[in-house]
């Protein structure tokens, strides 16, 4: 191959890598992006180990690295809604939790129970597993909490392991600036205890 043929290769492949990168980085930054779930907080739907997809659409398109929306910036996730979020005590943190109040909402717990305006809310994702309720410490607002209103601009967000999440109950309301995208769907699995891939969890859509 002569000379000339040569860097035109080099050229070809490095073109092709650069265009390939940028438009890896636009899905990254608009379309897709993939997350690990590091806890429990949201057993049984996400387990600890579990990488998930998430569409980052869904509530308008944020400015990579930061929590300004460019687009949609009004879009309110609706109830039950799995996202993941910039963590507002601190921004180099993302957290995954489900939706539970939305702005307006009164929102309160009595014993472990949810009640939204008023009203017993139980979804059958949630689960408990600490048959205490906490009275006293820094720890009772796990199980008594509020009721407090959902501020404009923001929700209210708790894991689906109740007595396993750090959530609103503790940190307070998620602006909706924060939110990062919409949980999607697992693509892969690993059971750190068994040192083996879950493989009846890949490909489950997240709910």
């Known amino acids: 191959m ?9 050229r070809d492949w490095v073109e092709a890598l650069v265009v390939a990168f ?12 993939a997350y690990r779930i590091p806890s429990s907080s949201m057993e049984d739907t996400l387990l600890k180990g579990d990488h998930i997809l998430a569409t980052k659409y869904n509530y308008g398109l944020t400015v990579p690295f ?11 996730p609706a109830r039950g809604d799995i996202v993941i979020f ?10 995954v939790k489900r939706v539970i109040g939305v702005p307006g909402d009164t929102i309160q717990v009595k014993e472990k129970k949810v009640y939204i305006n008023g009203a017993p809310f139980r979804m059958d994702a949630e689960k408990h597993t600490d048959p ?7 720890g009772a607002v796990r199980d008594n909490f509020g009721p407090v209103k959902v501020e404009p601009g923001t929700c209210f967000v708790m894991g689906d392991n109740r007595d396993q999440s750090y959530d609103s109950r503790f ?7 924060n939110i990062k995208g919409k949980a999607f ?23």
């Open 86 to 95: 910039t963590f507002p005590g601190n921004h180099a943190m993302d957290f």
């Open 171 to 177: 940190w307070g309301f998620v602006p909706i600036q």
């Open 66 to 76: 930061t929590t300004r929306k460019i687009w949609g910036g009004d879009r309110v």
């Open 2 to 10: 002569s000379t000339a043929k040569q860097k035109n290769a080099v």
């Open 185 to 207: 769907i697992i693509y892969f699995s690993w059971d750190s205890a068994r040192h083996w891939v879950r493989f009846g969890r890949m490909g489950h859509i997240v709910r």
């Open 132 to 138: 205490f309720i906490l009275t006293q410490g820094q």
């Open 22 to 33: 940028v438009i890896a980085m636009i899905i990254r930054a608009f379309i897709l992006q």
